[in-house]
Structures are given as C-alpha cells and as structure tokens.
C-alpha cells in the first residue's frame, strides 16, 4: 500500500466542486430574480448591467468588505453552534449588547493605541461570551433548548441597551441622538485605505474600508484550525454528527455544549464592533441591527465552512452595496436583491446536495482506479476486478 | 408452482466496488429462505435492491411470475415486500405506534389520524403473530429485541406477504431467537414468505427451507440444510477452510485489572438497574458476564465507563478508585470500549474512517500531539494499518462509514480499539455482525492480546461467544449476578437456561 490515498480527489478539483454549489445558487437566483423582474414590469439586463459595474467601482467593492465582515463574525459565530446542533439565535443580542459595552469602556478608557483596542476588543468577547454561556448554562443544568432562552436573551439585551442608553447618558427622551461617548482616537481601528491604495487608484467619495476586516480573517482562520485541526474541534463536531459516541469517545456533552456556546458567543462579541471602531466610534442609533440573523442564512449559504462563509458574506455584501444603483435609476427597485438573496439560500441548500454526491462518486471512482492498480493483495478477489469496468473514466 | 420470487442476474456497482455480480436467487413461496456469506458479500446490496432501496444496474426482478421494477420501497411494499434492515431505522423520539404507522397512518374524518383504529389494527397483528411491543413506550427506550419486533410489525402493518429480514438474529439473545424462529415459523404457516441474512451457522441449518450462499457479489451455491453441515457451509461461504479454534490455556495473572465493588446504577427513570454487582478481572483474563438484554448491562457498562454515575459502590482500576474519573480520563488510561450498538455508540457514519478510527482515542498519539493538535496524517496511516490488520474492506481510510457494510464496520470498531493495545477491554457483543472466518480472526485477536496481560469484561448474550471467549463466566440477572459458571464444563443449555433466570432460583448469588 504505497499509492497515498488517491482517492482523496486532487486539490484543484475539490476546490471546483465546492465553489460549484454557490455559483450554480448565484446562477439560479439572477434567473428567478430577472423573472420577477420581468414579472413587475421591468427589463432586467440594464438593471444587472448596472449593478455589475456600479459594483466593481472601487467604492462600492470597499462598500462590500465593510457589510461582509460583520456578516462573516457573525456567521462563523453562528456555524459554531450548528457544528456540534446547537442553534444559537442569540448572536443578535450578543452583539448588541457587546456593542455598546465595548464602546462605553473603550470611551471611559485611556491607553495607548494598541493596547486600548485589544482591550476592547477582549471586553466584546467577554461580554458576548457571557451573555451566550447564560443560555448554555440553561441548557446544562436546567435542559431548557437554546432556541427558547438565546430568543429570550434577545429581547433582554436590546431592552438593556436601550435602558444604558437612556440612564446613562441623562438626555430628554425627545432627543433622537442618544450615543455613548466618542472613543478616543487611540481606541478607533485604523482604516486600511492607505494599504489598498498602494495598488489601485484613491478611494474617493470618502470611503473607508474598515480595519476590522483584518480581525475577521484571523478568526476565519482560528475557527479553521479550531475545526478541522484540534481535538476539542473534533470533539465538537463528532457531538454534533453522533452525540451518543461522542460521548463515549471521552466527549463530555454538557462541557461541549458550554465551550460551544462560549465560543460562539465571544465571536458573536465582535459583530459590531466594525463600525463602532472603524466608523461611529460610539455606539448609537445609526448602528446596524439583525446581523444576528443574516448571520444564519450566511452560515447555512457556507455550510459551516469558513472559505464557504466568506464567500457567503461576499456575495450578501455585494448584494447590499450594489443595490441602491437600482434605485437612483429607477431600474428596479432595490428590494429585488432581498429576493435574490432569499432564493440564493434556497438553491444552495438543494445545490449541496448535489454536488456533495457527485463529489462522493468521483471520489468513489477515484478509489476504484486505487484499487484496481495496487498491486497489494485483493482483500476480496470479486472487489479488485470487479473494479476494473468501473474504473473507466467516464467520457 | 411460481416461485414467490426471484432474482435474474443482479449486478449492482458502487463506484469502486462490485457489490452483487450477476446474482441470481430464487424463492419459493412460503418457504424461509437463508441468504449467508462473509461481510461485504454483497447480502444487504442485493436485499436493498428488491426493496427497491437500490436501483440494480442490470438484472430482473420478477415477483409470482410478474417482472416488477422498484422505484422506492413503496413500491415493493405495493408488491408485498418489506424489509426489516441490518441496522434499525426507527424514529427514537416517536412511541412504538407512531412508529409502527408512521407514512401509513389511518385517517379519520378531516384528514386526522385514527389512533384508535391504528391501535387495534397493531395490537391484532402483535397478537396473531406473538409480537410483544408495549406500544406507547418512546422508541429510544426499547432494547434491540423489541426494536426489532417494532420493525417486524411495521412491516406485517404494511401488508408485506414477502418478508425480508436483515440478520434479525444477531441482535438477540438465545430464547428471543426461538421466539424468532417460532414467529418466523408461524408466518410461513400462514402464508408469508421469509428472505432472511445470517451468519449463525447452526441457527441457518435449524430454520431455513434453503439457504443461498453469496461471496465477493456472486452466488456460488443454493442447498439444503439437510445436505450439508456447518462445517461444509463455513468453507463455501470463506471459499477456504476455518482455522480451527485454539485450546484453551489460562494467562490470568494475579493483578486485578478491574474491580467493581458493590455497585449499583439507576436508569433514566431512576429505578435501580444495577443492584449490587462486584466482580474482578485479572490482566490476561477474559470475563464473561452473559445475560440477557435488559437486565442491567447497558447501565452497568456506563458506569464502568464513566458516562453514568454509579448511585452507590466503587469502581476500581489498577487498583485506584475512578468513580470520579471523566470518561476521557479512563480511557486514556486504557479502557477499550466495544460498544453493542455500532450506529448508536460507535460511529461517526458521514465522517470518514480515519476519524471514525480516532473516536475515543482522539486525544492520544497518533491521533493528535500534546492531546491538542490532530495529526491527520499519521492517523491516516494508523488507519491503513488497522483496516490491513483487521481486513476491514474498504478502499481505504478516506471513505465515509456508512459505506461499510455491517460486518465490517464492526471489525473497525474492533480494530481501532484494539490497535491501541488497552489495559482494560469493555467488549459488549463484540463479533455481532460479523461472519465465522472473521469471527475466528477476532478471537484469536482477543486471545493473543490476553496473553500479553489485557484484561477483557466481555458483556454477551450470544452463548458461542461466551462460551468460547471466556475464562470464566458471570451471569447478570435483575441486576444481580446470579451464577459463577465455567466455560469448559457448562452447556450452552445450562448457560441458556442461566441466563433466563430459570436455572437462577436453585443457586445461590456468588460474586467472583
Ligand atoms: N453506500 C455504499 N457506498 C459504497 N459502497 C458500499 C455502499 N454500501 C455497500 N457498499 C459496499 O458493497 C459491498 C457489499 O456490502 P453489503 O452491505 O451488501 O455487504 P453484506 O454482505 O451485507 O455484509 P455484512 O455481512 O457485513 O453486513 C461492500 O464492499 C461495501 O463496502
Ligand atoms: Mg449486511
């Protein structure tokens, strides 16, 4: 047995056919839209052709990063919880609630630049940690389902926040500008326009692209190595596939539901901190609500995989930020990307599957190329020719 | 006469493997007829294949002299064939009558389901047939037995005239397989036609009117039980002779490997199940505890492995006390676990067999460095090595476990535990499932690991296993160990007997 696993499909072929499942959804929805286009009375190619260019502008790409990276944050904090079948519906809270914790501390803070956002960044994580492990502690001790609590927590969290809101800052109700206090600049994430711009042209109409997209790809990759590269990774996902053998593999079932959630939680944390950081530096009304939520339909459009996510959080940025060109022509009205991204979901869903088994075929005929030329013994006579008119590449 | 059924030249591939080449098995009506042959033969393919669960790529179908095509097992159902599977597909959370008319349910009026009239329907066919099920009990509390009865009366509830059975034995214990048999007898009396898979020789020869052999996807010989014997079966099956069983020799050395002292375990309803039990096992010792299912081992084999705290007693290992020890603890200290339900506490089925391999081992080398870091690679290789030691067929260490079959997903529970060389084996049922030539390999592999010292708890209800396996014999019975026998005088009878608590009254209690 020296031929290394060859069946494991080539690099670059594994790579097509998981990129396959989201072009084909991409594909799929651009033609359900366009019908619904056509549908309300409108052309749908000026409007796509716009949007394409109108979308590629430098502005709008910068546009894009900046909605993909709490999308992302928010979908790997997400895809954490469903790795091992626990539904966390709480990011929501979790990261209001970190939001305005973290701004509040970074604004009394005084440090020196690095130090200062590290330390805010850390106190987003704590808090969304925090606020998620009170429903894995609920789980654990009490066995109430996380849908049931994380949904609670939600509607407690945004109350909280608005009650900080209200007492803290001591302004008349009236007033429609309640912030916390401005972070000081040592405490803002610096933006990386001056980086981008070493290779392409000035991001113009004051565009910023947000520093924070850095710390999204780090956790990608944490959340990577994590999964695919440690045992309490491991241990994760096998409670997630079989609990039962999970747990007699050595897998305590209530630790892991709490590392889960503390996890998810922590990352949860940072969902809003992009634009606390890296545009309001305070935490008020103008910040973006329900990334909680557009994180599931992320999460389940990357099937829990952080390249897959990514490329998810891409697309739904791009959708966003490429939309109201639609508008200001009177193409269409913008809302037909909300269209676009409901059904994009839909078809990855069934698309997945699809590929997933003609993966699991050429993987499977891979393997009987293995078998038929190893010259290692047969282990059963019939298996080995019995492989051979398999073995035929199909044309 | 038609035959109730036949097969014409079935040929069905998996990419990689040639599962049933050119088959061809005939069925007369009424008759019980015994498909046999090695793990990975092809016996499940070709059964899903008239189940309509597999489409064949070549061969016909033809049922009472009418060609049939399946699309879906509903369609065989339509055509009055069921199948009861290897591995049970029931929904744990449903009761047993939810299960048993689930896709089938009778409706009253506005389209509700009339459970009344369902509940009479089951409990006549229970009746005619003698299929005790207790019908509002949550499916996940049913043990194997009455799982299997669920599965048989939801096919009978079907209308299925022709039956197929996927090694209904290998998950009973001695007098529910004459139950079986009885039932099975009974049916055919009433018309219905049996297809059943086996690898119990002797149990083959007692019941069936014909039996088929399979090997490597081809038949290679119909007969009757009269005209053959076990022996002769065994080779037409391995295509070579069987080794034959070593003697018996003691390796039992003086230190105790495993103590249990005075333990008792409540179950999930907090009856106690468990009541009492102590008992050692030496290193180089093989310890049966035989009984039947539902007398307390589930629990007792949880709180051995830490999964359950014990309600009272003490478990020792090496000689230290681990009733507060993790599961993860005892087993990185050496307790191997064969669990009896492959599906539900051994595998990882979508995952591939590498990290099928590591499950329960995965904080150790080779499967990760420092208890944190995986290494894939080397436990690939580790993989390799297993699936070559165990004869695991299987292309290799990168497919998905449900893509074994039965038989040889058990050999890789087997292997991966025993690769690891542990101290302390917890072995339930540990060849179910897997056919005599591989049988013979795996107590061999018990036999040899117990000369060097490993210490095996082997709980059992199949009685050639317990005899043959064991150095010494308990029998568990309502939580109690009710009898100390030896191996190499007691019958299988007297075991048999033992084990259903008909021999346990005359004798008394007597912990090892
Ligand atoms: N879904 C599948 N994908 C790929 N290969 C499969 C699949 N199902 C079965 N096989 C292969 O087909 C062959 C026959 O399997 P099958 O389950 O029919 O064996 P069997 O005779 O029932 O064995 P056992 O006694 O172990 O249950 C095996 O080599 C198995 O690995
Ligand atoms: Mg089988």
């Known amino acids: ?395 | 006469m038609t035959p109730a059924l036949s097969l014409e030249d079935i040929t069905k591939r998996f990419p990689g493997v040639l599962a049933n080449d050119r088959v061809n098995l005939t069925v007369a009506e009424g008759e019980i007829h015994a498909i046999c042959g090695e793990n990975g033969a092809g016996k499940s393919t070709l059964m899903n294949v008239l189940y309509g669960m597999l489409p064949a790529d070549e061969g016909r179908i033809v049922v009472r002299g009418d060609e049939v095509h399946f699309r879906s097992p509903r369609d065989a159902l339509a055509a009055g064939i069921g199948m009861v599977h290897q591995h049970f597909m029931l929904a744990d959370n449903l009761t047993v009558l939810e299960n048993i008319i689930l896709g089938a349910e009778p409706t009253g009026r506005a389209g509700r389901i009339d459970f009344a009239r369902a509940r009479r329907r089951v409990a006549e066919l229970s009746d005619a047939y003698g299929l005790d099920v207790h019908l509002d009990e949550p499916v996940e509390n049913l043990g194997v037995g009455e799982r299997q009865r669920v599965e048989i009366i939801k096919v009978l509830y079907r209308g299925a005239r022709i039956l197929i059975l996927d090694e209904p034995t290998s998950v009973l214990v001695p007098h529910e397989v004459e139950e079986l048999f009885r039932n099975m007898r009974d049916m055919c009396a009433r018309g219905e036609t049996i297809v059943f898979i086996d690898h119990k020789l002797d149990e083959v020869l007692e019941i069936a009117d014909t039996i088929t052999v399979l090997r490597a996807g081809r038949t290679v010989a119909t007969v009757k039980p009269e005209e053959v014997s076990p022996r002769d079966l065994a080779e037409l099956m391995v295509g070579s002779e069987l080794p034959t069983p070593e003697a018996r020799t003691t390796a039992a050395q003086d230190a105790v490997a495993l103590e249990v002292k005075d333990l008792s375990v409540l179950d999930d309803d907090e009856r106690a199940v468990v009541k009492g039990i102590s008992l050692e096992v030496r290193r180089g010792e093989i310890v049966g505890m035989a009984g039947v299912e539902g007398n307390g081992q589930v629990e007792f084999v949880e709180a051995l492995l830490g999964i359950r705290a014990p309600a009272g007693g003490q478990v020792l290992l090496e000689g230290s006390e681990i009733n507060e020890w993790t599961v993860r603890q005892r087993r990185e200290a050496g307790v191997g676990y064969i669990p009896e339900d492959r599906h539900r506490r051994g595998l990882l089925l979508p995952a591939p067999l590498w990290e099928n391999a590591m499950c329960g081992h995965q904080s150790k080398e080779p499967y990760s460095r420092h208890g944190f870091w995986l290494t894939p690679k080397a436990a690939r290789q580790r993989t390799r090595e297993l699936i070559a030691a165990f004869d695991v067929r299987t292309p290799g260490p990168d497919v998905a476990a449900h893509a074994l079959s039965g038989g040889n997903q058990q050999k890789l529970i087997i292997g991966r535990e025993m690769v690891m060389t542990p101290n302390l084996l917890i072995a339930a049922h540990p060849t179910r499932g897997i056919d005599v030539g591989a049988q013979a390999a795996v107590w061999e592999t018990l036999h040899r690991a117990r000369e060097q010292g490993l210490a095996v708890l082997l709980v059992s209800a199949d009685l050639d296993e317990l005899i043959g396996l064991s150095d010494r014999l308990l029998v568990v019975f309502r939580g109690r160990i009710s009898a100390a026998l030896d191996p190499a005088t007691v019958t299988p009878r007297e075991l048999g007997a033992h084990m259903t608590g008909a021999a346990a009254d005359v004798e008394e209690p007597q912990p090892a």
């Open chain 1, 1 to 395: 047995m020296t031929a290394r696993a060859a069946y494991r499909l080539p690099a670059h072929r594994r790579l097509t056919l998981a990129l396959a499942a989201p072009v084909a959804a991409l594909i799929l929805s651009l033609a359900v839209a366009s019908i619904a286009l056509v549908l309300s009375g409108s052309n749908p190619f000026p409007a796509y052709g716009r949007m394409f260019s109108y979308g590629f502008e430098l502005e709008t790409l910068v546009d894009m990063v900046n909605r993909a990276t709490p999308l992302y944050l928010s979908a790997v904090a997400v895809a954490i919880g469903f790795r091992m079948n626990l539904f966390n519906i709480g990011v929501e809270g979790q990261y209001i609630l970190a939001s305005i914790i973290a701004a509040q501390v970074a604004a009394e803070l005084s440090l020196p630049a690095p130090l200062h956002l590290t330390v805010i960044i850390l106190v987003g994580m704590a808090t969304g940690s925090m606020w998620a492990l009170i429903a894995g502690v609920l789980k654990v001790t009490r066995g109430i389902h996380e849908v049931i609590s994380t949904i609670m927590l939600n509607a407690i969290s945004i109350s909280l926040v608005v009650a900080m809101l209200f007492r803290q800052w001591d302004v008349p109700d009236e007033s429609l500008n309640q912030e916390t206090a401005e972070i000081p600049p040592s405490g803002r994430m610096p933006n990386l326009n001056g980086f981008v711009e070493l290779f392409t042209r000035e991001i113009s109409k004051g565009r910023v692209l947000w520093g924070f997209v850095i710390v999204a790809i780090i956790i990608g990759i944490l959340y990577w190595l994590y999964v695919a590269r440690t045992r309490p990774g491991y241990d994760l996902r096998a409670s997630g596939i079989n609990p039962l053998a999970a747990e007699a593999s050595g897998v305590s079932p209530k630790r892991t539901v709490i590392v889960a959630m503390a996890l998810s939680g922590a990352v949860g944390g940072l969902v809003g901190l992009p634009e606390v950081l890296g545009r309001d530096y305070a935490y008020g009304l103008q910040f973006t609500q329900n990334l909680g939520f557009a994180g599931i339909a992320v999460a389940l459009l990357g099937q829990n995989h952080p390249g897959g996510i990514a490329i998810g959080a891409l697309v739904f940025g791009f959708l966003d930020s490429a939309a109201p060109i639609l508008d200001v022509h009177g193409d269409a009205p913008q809302e037909i990307v909300e269209i676009m991204k409901g059904i994009i979901i839909f078809a990855a869903v069934i698309t997945y599957v699809v590929v997933q088994r003609r993966r699991q075929d050429e993987e499977a005929r891979a393997a009987s190329l293995a078998m038929a030329s190893s010259e290692a013994d047969p282990p059963a006579e019939g298996a080995t020719d019995a492989a051979a008119p398999d073995s035929r590449p199909a044309p």
